[in-house]
């Protein structure tokens, strides 16, 4: 198992993207597939860190 199977666990598989971006009318392979969905996880953390740390500097200036 490497890191990126490690990363899916209990998330949406890179079969199941492809599927979801098949019925989209995207046609894309198992590998492309896992780079999309470890794309918008990384994207996805980005967001989140940003948040919080907003909210942390919220706070402080309260």
Do not use: C, W
């Amino acid at each position: 198992m490497n890191y990126r199977d490690e990363q899916n666990k209990g998330k949406i598989s890179p079969e199941k993207a492809q599927k979801m971006l098949k019925r989209e009318g995207m046609s894309v392979t198992l590998d492309q597939a896992e780079e999309i969905l470890y794309f918008l996880r990384l994207i996805a953390n980005i967001h989140i860190v940003k948040f919080i740390e907003k909210n942390k500097t919220t706070e402080k200036n309260k």
